[in-house]
């Protein structure tokens, strides 16, 4: 924010109105208010960690050590250079402070920082844009009115006629109107009349020409990365479209088909999983998983007062499924050899004719439980059939996966096993 401050103020002072009488009181409050932030910084780089081997460190000494022998530290005094004094023998002149305005590499740091850690990178990045955009015309127009001041390039009129009677607030929205249209190339400029003239508004379309496609290509970059998901989405349905009209695959499939993409969509479920994560080391892959899946795990009945290892292990093995309107998770009779935990959705556990409900199941309700528990790796029977109500997701629990670990936590095993055999 002190940044900032300085970096639109003090070429405005410089170039528009310097500090008089009049304002003396307020600007010197807001610039030594600015001046003390940045000390305020300078006090917290000594309490700033730093990696060491990969190691963080908080050793007060250490820590200052490192900020005083870095080059960081000489920039840090070098832009609280005290050049003010020089007030006291020269009058009033803002461009002394100029030495504020290295504190740049602090503003990139936090802006680097920011569009990393926020969770609408896009939107920052668009109101970045807007800002630096801003700041440019801001300080061409205050170049312009520099050059102005100084008898221009042989006249004052050239541009505006009422320059020298407008006010200060006119003058600068002058400026900062002729060069908003030179450097966005809109035209409509006043033309030339001497060398010096041509030369400058040659330069100022072709820095506007620059500027144009700078933005041009960030402002693609945005829309890219914001459709990005939508148009690896709309390949994937127009490949799967593709494959079913050349295979003949009857039309009401087909619709089913592209509700459940449009359910994908509209539930944000379009992205893979696996793959997000996929770059990810395994062990933040498994912390993601257990802060993510944990807490459904622990409502089923079977695993309660189990081990949290064993509960942690098995979260790395639950897969989440999609089922549609009518889809059959499972028919009475089939070999099971999964366990189903429902996410979101209702579910309903349906008679052998198909139209008696028998019981409904909702979000964080559990079955075949019973396929899991049973001995052996041929799988058990289902008792009853379940049929999904309308869009549900649901987590998969394989019984070779269960059964994988529970080799490695054999309290867990034993437990497992009465209940298995109660059932």
Wanted: proline share 2%; charged share 20%; aromatic share 14%.
């Amino acid at each position: 924010m002190a940044f900032l401050y300085n970096f639109w103020v003090i070429i405005y002072r410089f170039a528009f109105q310097e500090i008089n009488v009049e304002s003396i009181v307020v600007w010197f409050c807001l610039d030594y208010f600015s001046d003390f932030l940045y000390l305020v910084d300078i006090l917290f780089h000594f309490r700033t960690g730093y990696l060491e081997d990969g190691v963080l460190q908080t050793d007060s000494t250490k820590l200052r050590q490192h900020y005083m022998n870095s080059t960081t530290f000489y920039i840090d005094c070098l832009c609280l250079l005290p050049l003010d004094f020089l007030y006291l023998s020269i009058g009033f002149n803002s461009i002394l402070r100029s030495f504020r305005l290295v504190k740049i590499y602090r503003f990139w740091a936090f802006m680097d920082r920011t569009e990393r850690h926020t969770n609408y990178p896009n939107l920052f990045r668009s109101t970045s844009l807007i800002h630096y955009l801003l700041v440019i015309f801001h300080w061409n127009g205050c170049l312009y009115h520099i050059i102005y001041k100084n008898n221009g390039f042989g006249s004052k009129n050239w541009v505006y006629h009422d320059s020298e009677s407008a006010d200060v607030v006119k003058q600068y929205l002058q400026s900062y109107y002729w060069c908003t249209l030179a450097l966005t190339t809109i035209g409509d400029l006043p033309r030339p009349r001497s060398k010096a003239e041509y030369v400058f508004v040659i330069v100022q379309l072709l820095f506007g020409l620059m500027l144009f496609a700078t933005v041009l290509g960030h402002v693609a970059n945005i829309v890219t990365s914001v459709s990005a998901a939508r148009k690896e989405f709309q390949a994937k349905l127009d490949g799967v479209k593709t494959y079913m009209r050349m295979r003949r695959v009857p039309n009401h499939l087909q619709v089913k088909v592209i509700k459940w993409f449009d359910y994908l969509w509209l539930t944000q479920k379009c992205s893979d999983e696996e793959r997000a994560v996929s770059c990810l080391p395994d062990k933040l892959k498994a912390e993601i998983a257990i802060n993510v899946h944990l807490d459904t795990l622990k409502r089923v009945e079977i695993f309660q007062n189990t081990e949290a290892g064993f509960l942690c292990e098995l979260v790395l093995r639950l897969r989440p499924v999609l089922f549609s309107p009518g889809d059959y998770i499972c028919r009475k009779g089939e070999v099971g050899k999964e366990m189903y935990i429902v996410n979101r959705g209702r579910l309903q556990v349906v008679a052998d004719n198909g139209k008696t409900v028998m019981a409904s199941l909702k979000a964080g309700s559990y079955f075949g439980e019973i396929s899991i528990l049973n001995m052996g790796t041929a799988g058990n029977r289902r008792t009853a059939s379940v049929r999904s109500v309308g869009y549900s997701d649901l987590f998969v629990l394989s019984k070779k996966d269960m059964w994988d670990v529970l080799k490695e936590y054999p309290a867990a095993r034993v437990r497992l096993e009465a209940i298995a055999v109660k059932r």
